[in-house]
């Protein structure tokens, strides 16, 4: 928390994204049987899992467990995550008439959510807790597409196409997600992410015409909480500036783009996450602590705080725990103040 208000840290906080999860054998066995989206409706389930990393890495955070198609199943979206491929939607959204399928979230909607985040806060003491969602974009990837998409394409065919009936998604998406976050930060968390993973197949005007406006929106709408918002795309090299500015406090960053440029890009006053190539963690231990070194001396332009450590994207399912573990105690080692 301090590190995303530039205020001085013992050492570099770190967490990664994607540790709850697969790489983890105590979370495959707590998950046996339970369906992905039904796990993230179980209360006691959702705080065990969201506890394992923090037991086994001993990393300075806690992301929430769920899944950006949450909120979107909460307001009655047929959307099922199917095992190996991601979240799967039964009927895209392509018109006008679809939208309406789209109302707004009430936290009455989510009432597992709050509990789950009530179970947590009391459990994690003074480790925060991250809540998260989706950006607009993002999730008006997925229900355009239908799924998982390499190219976007019915996604920028509405985008430019219908740019009436892409605003007045994004604009409804906007209201879901604020609504999805203010009920994790009312619950408790202490931070929120907002992830948006496949913003980074856009060139910079696309962007700031077509997309920030909506996730400018979701900012504005959690302000008020004084907590810290952080904002992260993949492949987000030339957009980092405009994420900045759409009203993150802190900007994630992936692996093509070192710390220290990022930190031009993004401007004074704002904190930064990320940005070790997660494929790294398959070298051997010695490989990986020189480039989380680099990492960290990049980090340096922002002077002796307001860095985040984690990776560059999420943990993969064949990591080796043991590997990330180790790489928690370096970075606490190694940025020792
Ligand atoms: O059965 C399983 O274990 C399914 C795998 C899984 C998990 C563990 C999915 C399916 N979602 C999750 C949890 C999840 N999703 C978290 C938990 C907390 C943590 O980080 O530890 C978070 C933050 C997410 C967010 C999420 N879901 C994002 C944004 C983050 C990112 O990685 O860029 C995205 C894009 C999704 C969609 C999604 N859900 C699941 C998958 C496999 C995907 C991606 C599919 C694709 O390639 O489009």
């Known amino acids: 928390m301090r590190a995303c208000r530039h205020e001085p840290v013992p050492h570099t906080p770190v967490w990664f994204m994607r540790q709850a999860g697969r790489s983890l054998p105590e979370y495959l066995k707590v998950r046996e049987g339970i369906p992905m989206l039904e796990s993230c409706m179980r209360p006691e389930l959702v705080k065990e899992i969201t506890l394992q990393p923090v037991r086994r890495h001993k990393v300075d955070a806690a992301i929430f467990f769920s899944d950006i198609v949450v909120p979107l199943r909460a307001v009655g979206i047929d959307v099922d995550i199917k095992p190996g491929i991601g979240p799967v939607i039964a009927d895209p959204i392509r018109s006008f008439a679809d939208l309406e399928r789209l109302r707004p979230l009430e936290p009455d909607d989510v009432p597992y959510i709050t509990e789950a985040v009530g179970l947590l806060v009391d ?76 913003v980074g197949a856009l060139a910079p005007d696309d962007y700031r015409r077509s997309v920030m406006p909506a996730s400018t929106k979701v900012f504005d709408a959690v302000a008020g909480y004084g907590v810290p918002r952080i904002h992260f795309g993949v492949g987000t090299g030339e957009l980092l500036g405009l994420m900045g500015q759409a009203g993150a406090d802190v900007v994630g960053v992936d692996w093509r783009v070192p710390l220290n440029v990022a930190a031009e890009r993004v401007g004074p006053g704002k904190g930064l996450q990320g940005n070790l190539d997660p494929a790294v963690l398959f070298a051997p231990t010695r490989a990986v602590e020189t480039k989380a070194r680099e990492v960290l001396h990049a980090a340096q332009a922002l002077g002796s705080s307001g860095h985040i450590f984690n990776l560059g994207h999420g943990v993969m399912p064949s990591m080796d725990p043991d590997a990330l573990s180790r790489l928690v105690a370096f970075v606490h080692e190694a940025s020792a103040r």
């Open 123 to 198: 459990e994690l003491g003074p480790t925060p807790l991250i809540g998260f969602a989706g950006a607009p974009y993002t999730l008006a990837s997925y229900l355009i597409e239908g799924g998982p998409s390499k190219n976007h394409e019915n996604t920028k065919a509405m985008m430019y196409g219908a740019p009436d009936l892409w605003a007045a998604l994004l604009d409804r998406l906007a209201g879901i997600t604020s609504a999805f976050l203010k009920v994790q930060i009312e619950a408790g968390a202490s931070a929120i992410q907002l992830f948006d993973s496949w």
